[in-house]
């Protein structure tokens, strides 16, 4: 995790391409709506937004979404309300 700007950022890779992907942080400054911005070669390909207080969030990588993550209990909840909807 490293902080060259203003928003904070976690570089992946190895020490040869450290900072070819990264991950900034969009809203710095609300800690519940802490979203982020995926980066390849400087150029926004994804991001990450979601519940922040319910730990479960959506990761999207050229407009597709490639995982979702969710405490277990978030996910329970989920569940129960689809099924009751149907």
């Excluded at 203003?6 to 992946?12: E, G, S, T, V």
């Excluded at 020490?15 to 400087?42: L, Q």
């Amino acid at each position: 995790k490293k902080s060259p700007g203003l928003h904070d950022a976690c570089y992946i890779g190895t020490k040869s391409e450290e900072k070819r992907c990264t991950v900034k942080v969009k809203g710095a400054f609300n800690p519940v709506k802490c979203d982020a911005h995926i980066y390849f070669d400087d150029e926004v390909r994804g991001d990450v937004s979601g519940d922040w207080r319910a730990k479960s969030f959506m990761i999207r990588l050229d407009g597709e979404s490639v995982a979702t993550v969710a405490r277990k209990s978030s996910l329970l909840k989920k569940t129960v309300k689809q099924a009751a909807r149907v």
